[in-house]
């Protein structure tokens, strides 16, 4: 039996062209199953939707009423697939990342520039926060990937790796004759430091490691941005603890130093997030290839 949907567009093709015949050769159809396909719709409905006359058939009141409908969902729904076809084939669509804005400068930028190079039609969102806002972002569906500080420990959330990170803790040249041996974490502590927010996932992995170890942080300044820790080392405000990739420009240019430890803190890593039970767009899967490449 067919479908109401098709019976649908049936009734739409024989409105157009004023004739089961004809409605019969375009959709590639007898014409006893044509006008089996009208009786099925008008016992449906409860209502005569043609006259038929010698010379075709035309449209009662109540098929023109219906017909204004029919032929509006039949276009939206063709227009809806064309646009899905489009997705399929990366020439339309939205793709939202989420990501820091240190992040987004020193590792998304070239990216971006790539994808949008390839995929100039796909609508880029650009969502700024922390890790931890950018995992309720996801779960929410307000954004497709985010590019998060790992570890992500949310059994909802899938986490691929792509770029080792080192935690490290930097200094003004005010420190140089200050620090002159390599500091264990409780000499660290005596010092002025400065760190990002609690709410940030690079803040809580350095805590963590330091209360394994039973040192608990007492920082002097706590900041929302990467570029501020680095900005207050650089006036000698305090030691900073910046990630390294991100910091090597003023250590090269000897405006900060790398202040030496006893023991380092273990590497990490900047990696892509998702939802695990949600399949990504043909925008996100294309976005995620381009990162593993």
């Keep these: 039996m067919a479908s109401k949907l098709d019976l649908y567009k049936v009734f739409c093709e024989v409105a157009r062209s004023k004739s089961f015949s004809k409605t019969a050769k375009a959709l590639f159809m007898t014409q006893p199953a044509v006008s089996q396909s009208i009786l099925q719709l008008e016992n449906s409905l409860g209502t005569r939707l043609f006259i038929r006359t010698p010379r075709g058939v035309t449209l009662t009141q109540e098929g023109e009423l219906i017909f204004e409908y029919a032929r509006s969902a039949i276009n939206l729904l063709e227009m809806g697939e064309e646009k899905l076809k489009g997705m399929h084939g990366l020439v339309t669509g939205k793709l939202s990342i989420g990501v820091s804005d240190t992040t987004a400068k020193l590792f998304l930028l070239p990216y971006l520039d790539s994808f949008h190079k390839q995929c100039p039609n796909i609508k880029l969102n650009i969502v700024n926060g922390t890790t931890i806002e950018l995992c309720e972002l996801l779960k929410a569906g307000h954004i497709d990937l985010a590019i998060c500080n790992l570890p992500v420990e949310d059994p909802s959330i899938q986490s691929e790796p792509y770029m080792t990170v080192h935690d490290i803790f930097v200094a003004g040249t005010a420190f140089i004759d200050k620090i002159t041996h390599p500091l264990s974490f409780k000499e660290l502590t005596q010092l002025p430091l400065i760190f990002l927010e609690q709410k940030s996932n690079s803040r809580r992995y350095v805590e963590k490691f330091l209360l394994n170890r039973g040192i608990r942080l007492t920082p002097e300044i706590e900041l929302g941005s990467h570029d501020l820790l680095i900005s207050l080392a650089k006036i000698n ?57």
């Excluded at 130093?257 to 039970?277: A, D, M, Q, S, W």
């Design 237 to 293: 405000l305090g030691v900073s603890c910046v990630i390294k990739e991100y910091s090597q420009d003023e250590i090269n240019s000897g405006a900060l130093f790398e202040v030496p430890l006893t023991e380092n803190i273990p590497e990490r890593h900047i990696g892509l997030c998702y939802l695990k039970r949600v399949p990504l767009s043909p925008g996100a899967r294309k976005f995620s290839d381009l990162i593993k490449k």
